[in-house]
C-alpha cells in the first residue's frame, strides 16, 4: 500500500496559492457618506447601491452599521472588505463586554483602533480597500472622524468620503453651524445627496439617514429624494463649450 501523500490538485484551496488572499482591487463597491455634528448627536447619509465595475449591480446594500453602544459606522469603498471589518468590530465589542466592569468602547477609541487596522492593512501591502466614516456620542461629548484606506485620518465637525469629499464638503463648510437643529441637518445631508446624485455616476436615488444621539442610535427606512432633471446644462452639456465633440 502507497503511505506517501497525494499530491494537491492545483486548483485545491488547501494549495500553496490559496494561503494568501488579497484584494488587489475592489469589486463591488459603495460610493460617498457623508456626516456632521448637529446640535443633538451626528448624522449621517449613505445611498444602498453597489456598482460591480461600472455597473450598478445592487440597489439595496447598507452601508452604515451601529458599533457597540455609542458608535455609528459608515464605508465607502469594497464591500467583502467592510464586511470584514464589520468582524474585527464585533469580536473588539465582545472582547470589551466581556470584562463587565461597567465601561464599554466610545467613539474615540473605536476611531483610534480603526486607524491602527488600516494602518496596518496598509504596511502588508494587503489594504482593507474602504474608506470610514467613524461618529458617535459619549458622556454628552460628540466625535466624528474619518479614516482613508491607507491610515490617514482626522476628526472634524463636518466629513465625507470618496466624491462627496470634492462635492459635498463645500456645501457643508458654507452652511454648517454648530447650533444645527434635526430637520435643517437632514435637510443639509439631503441637499448634499442630491448633488451627489446629480454628479456621480455611480451614486442611485435610494438613501439611509442615521442618527446617534446621547439616547441612541437609529437608521432610517430607505427612501428617495425628489429630484429635478430639466436643468439647461443636463439637457445640452456640451452647449458652450470649446472644443468638444
Known amino acids: 500500500m502507497n503511505f506517501m501523500a497525494s499530491k494537491q490538485p492545483e486548483n485545491s484551496l488547501l494549495g500553496p496559492e490559496a494561503d494568501s488572499q488579497r484584494t488587489l482591487y475592489p469589486y463591488v463597491t459603495g460610493t460617498s457618506v457623508v456626516a456632521l ?7 449621517m447619509a449613505a445611498d444602498m447601491g453597489g456598482s460591480y465595475g461600472s455597473t450598478l449591480r445592487y440597489k439595496s446594500v447598507e452601508r452604515m452599521k ?18 470584514e471589518i464589520l468582524r474585527y468590530l464585533d469580536e473588539l465589542i465582545l472582547y470589551d463586554n466581556m470584562w463587565d466592569d461597567g465601561n464599554s468602547l466610545g ?11 488600516m494602518y496596518n492593512r ?12 467613524l461618529g458617535g456620542v459619549k458622556n454628552g461629548q460628540k466625535y466624528l472622524g474619518t479614516v482613508s484606506m491607507i491610515g490617514v485620518n482626522f476628526e472634524d465637525n ?14 457643508l463648510r458654507q452652511e454648517w453651524h454648530e447650533n444645527l437643529s434635526y430637520e435643517d441637518g437632514v435637510r443639509l445631508l439631503e441637499k448634499c445627496m442630491r448633488v451627489l446624485l446629480y454628479r456621480d455616476r455611480s451614486a442611485i436615488n435610494k ?9 441612541g442610535m437609529t437608521i432610517s427606512q430607505p427612501y428617495s429624494l425628489k429630484t429635478y432633471w430639466e436643468f439647461s446644462a443636463f439637457a445640452n452639456p456640451a452647449q458652450g463649450a470649446v472644443g468638444t465633440w
Open 37 to 43: 455634528k448637529y446640535k443633538d448627536g451626528i448624522l
Open 66 to 83: 451601529p458599533i457597540g453602544k455609542h458608535s455609528l459606522l459608515g464605508a465607502s469603498g469594497e464591500i467583502s472588505d467592510f464586511q
Open 107 to 117: 467613539p474615540k477609541e473605536v476611531h483610534n483602533y480603526l486607524t491602527r487596522v
Open 122 to 133: 496598509r504596511n502588508k501591502f494587503n489594504p482593507l480597500w474602504n474608506s470610514l466614516v
Open 158 to 171: 463636518h466629513v465625507a468620503t470618496g466624491f462627496g469629499n470634492h462635492l459635498a464638503r463645500p456645501i
Open 207 to 215: 438613501l439611509q439617514i442615521a442618527k446617534i444621539t446621547e439616547e
